[in-house]
């Protein structure tokens, strides 16, 4: 892979992140379980309160852990998300940022190696350039 093509990847790479950010941000703030609360009267201005449907689900996980540990046992928070999914206590809103972190997950560790092969070039070119 040339320079080029590493530096346009990291600025693609870089903008899918920040997009799925963006997107993450939005869908958690349209999560069904939270309360919508007006603000002053105003119409369409809401104010997103209480938890929202991956805070409980995390906040459950957290007590089954401490649970799990007075036991010996591990608990997983993929099966705690799974687990509430299957029994309806999860919007589609919170399934949605789930996804989106997957994908950001994914994209970070795929930024993480266009940074490293651009680091592996420049230092190519800095012994080459040393000769």
């Known amino acids: 892979m040339s320079i080029e093509s590493l530096i346009i990847k990291h600025a693609e790479l870089a903008d899918l992140k920040r997009e799925l950010k963006a997107k993450g941000s939005e869908e958690i703030g349209l999560c069904s379980n939270r309360n919508r609360t007006e603000i002053n009267g105003f119409p369409g201005i809401f104010f997103n309160d209480g938890p929202s449907c991956v805070d409980s689900v995390f906040e459950g996980f957290k007590d089954a852990m401490n649970e799990a540990s007075e036991f ?5 928070f993929e099966d705690a998300w799974s687990d509430s999914v299957a029994e309806g206590e999860v919007c589609q809103h919170c399934q949605n940022v789930r996804e989106l972190k997957r994908r950001r997950v994914k994209a970070s560790s795929d930024l993480g190696q266009i940074r490293g092969a ?3 070039v420049g230092r190519r070119l800095s012994r080459e350039k040393s000769e």
């Open 118 to 120: 651009i680091t592996r």
């Open 72 to 76: 010996g046992d591990q608990v997983f």
